[in-house]
């Protein structure tokens, strides 16, 4: 097609709002435009970019035997009460009613409705193993939509699932997925890391992450360039440093603290406590159960390592209300793209 025969509407400026660079270069070059908060028009640059995209991860997909499907956008609430998450989601989760008043939702991701036909179909472990998978649009009420297509209300997902008779086999297709998604990642270019992670609301026993480094992400790594270790700090973990004072005192002492409310306050005179001498308090609720968790002063509890540690479905610290995940597939493992 000629250029003057594309419709490709650029900008000279960028709009005031947009404050990443790859949320201005797509709405000068003509590649989108906002329709609402989070909710962008896909023009036709942007289009054949995503086609492209999307042939690169059918090719490895269908490498590795998997097979595609195209499920619902809309779940009856009942598939996510069966699973225990259609309360984990929390507000995260765009919910409605139809003209009969029965309660539906906009699929966040697929793990029921992949699992309910698997449930109803697979009727004998010679049908083992199967792995499914689907390039669908995802909604999720995000509370501050920003950065473009990095944070959004509604987006194109590739997700995939696989179900096998035994942890061996899973551990194949855990493997198998890593694999595709280096060779995807590799093909388009793209200078990742593979990271341990937290599964989150998908649940499972292991998770990783791909993970590109940008100014404009959100997440933080810890990685060690001799040892090759790279986890997200959700899971990653150290080792303890030696103190380079000493060890503490050999006795208890009590002492009064008036008007000491804080760490802060008890490192200052006359206490002069160091913020790692300390320890706090944080009381959680998991699973309608008290959890109380004691961390050195200085440091800050990870609420996802807490979750892990205690093997909640849910948590709620006292000051507010704050979901977890659920596991919802036996043995599930799942590779995230981020």
């Not at 940008?214 to 810890?222: K, N, P, Q």
């Not at 961390?295 to 996802?304: C, I, K, M, T």
Request: net charge positive.
């Amino acid at each position: 097609m000629r250029y003057t025969q594309l419709f490709i509407p650029t900008l000279k400026e960028s709009p005031a709002d947009a404050e990443q660079v790859s949320h201005k270069l797509l709405l000068r070059a003509g590649y989108m435009r906002q329709l609402g908060a989070g909710l962008y028009s896909h023009l036709p640059l942007l289009k054949r970019v995503l086609s492209r995209v999307e042939a690169i991860i059918r090719e490895e997909m269908a490498a590795i035997g998997a097979q595609e499907f195209y499920l619902p956008a809309l779940h009856p609430k009942e598939l996510w009460e069966q699973s225990g998450r259609w309360t984990v989601m929390g507000p995260n989760m765009f919910r409605l009613k139809d003209r009969k008043s029965a309660e539906l939702c906009l699929g966040m991701t697929h793990e029921e409705v992949f699992t309910a036909i698997a449930r109803d179909e697979l009727r004998s472990y010679r049908q083992l193993p199967q792995t499914w998978y689907q390039i669908q649009s995802k909604f999720r009420d995000e509370p501050r939509p920003k950065s473009g297509l990095l944070r959004v209300r509604q987006f194109t997902m590739k997700d995939s699932y696989s179900f096998d008779v035994d942890r061996e086999g899973l551990d194949r297709s855990f493997e198998a997925h890593r694999q595709a998604y280096v060779n995807i990642f590799t093909r388009c270019g793209l200078d990742f890391v593979a990271v341990q992670a937290h599964s989150g609301a998908m649940g499972g026993s292991g998770s990783q992450e791909f993970m590109v480094r940008t100014d404009a992400g959100e997440d933080l790594v810890a990685a060690c360039p001799r040892c090759r270790y790279a986890a997200n700090t959700e899971t990653a973990t150290s080792r303890i440093p030696a103190e380079q004072d000493g060890a503490g005192p050999a006795t208890v002492e009590r002492f009064a603290t008036p008007g000491a409310l804080t760490i802060e306050a008890l490192e200052r005179a006359p206490h002069a406590v160091p913020a790692r001498r300390q320890l706090k308090t944080l009381v959680y609720v998991a699973d309608e159960r008290p959890v109380v968790a004691v961390v050195r002063g200085d440091q800050d509890l990870n609420e996802a390592k807490l979750q892990t540690a205690t093997g909640a479905s849910t948590s709620m610290w006292f000051r507010y209300s704050w979901s977890i995940s659920r596991t919802t597939i036996l043995w599930a493992k799942t590779p995230v793209a981020t």
